[in-house]
């Protein structure tokens, strides 16, 4: 084996403990490094670079946000408004997950945040199927969301402050999310 390689995973380990995860990804250069993450980072980035709040990292940021957990895509803005509006007035920014945010939905979210300096971001779902709805329930316990789902009977228009969920923090760049400080359960 490779005793470099070897340190670092040990490393790694003591650094997260026994509840923390690693996850080995191919890198773009030749070195090998390890990054620890606090909170939950998934591998999907803004939709939209217009989201984007630090110009000079190319990062959307959103501090003490509101998150969203939609297992669908949302095309318009209409189902969308009443809790955006409830929002917007609590001063506090909102963060989107969900399958896509596209169409007239994302058009209007742009316009918004341009021109009224709404603070809004929004983010894919990460993986596919079954898979997907594991995860955003995992991302739900984190932040104390519930996953706004057909399958359970809730709609996007009749959602409502209580289910959504928050976080200290929210980093997205173009190819990855991160979730700092999730007010949920820590015990997923």
Do not use: W
Not at 38 to 52: A, C, E, L, T
Not at 53 to 71: F, G, Q, R
Not at 113 to 140: E, H, M, T, W, Y
């Amino acid at each position: 084996g490779d005793r470099d390689i070897g340190e670092k995973i040990a490393f790694a380990m003591e650094k997260i403990g026994p509840h923390g995860i690693i996850t080995i990804d191919q890198a773009k250069t030749a070195t090998t490094e390890v990054r620890v993450v606090k909170g939950m980072q998934f591998d999907r980035g803004y939709i939209s670079p217009y989201f984007v709040t630090n110009s000079e990292k190319m990062t959307a940021e959103a501090e003490n946000p509101y998150i969203l957990v939609y297992d669908k895509k949302i095309s318009a803005l209409q189902p969308l408004l009443p809790l955006l509006e409830i929002v917007a007035q609590s001063g506090r920014p909102l963060c989107i997950i969900a399958e896509d945010v596209e169409g007239d939905a994302l058009a209007t979210l742009v316009v918004n945040r341009l021109r009224c300096n709404l603070s809004v971001l929004a983010v894919k779902a990460p993986a596919f199927g079954d898979r997907r709805k594991a995860v955003l329930q995992d991302i739900a316990v984190l932040v104390g969301a519930t996953v706004i789902s057909d399958e359970v009977g809730l709609k996007l228009e009749k959602a409502t402050v209580a289910d959504l969920g928050s976080a200290k923090k929210v980093v997205m760049t173009k190819d990855d999310t991160t979730i700092v400080g999730g007010c949920g359960s820590q015990e997923l």
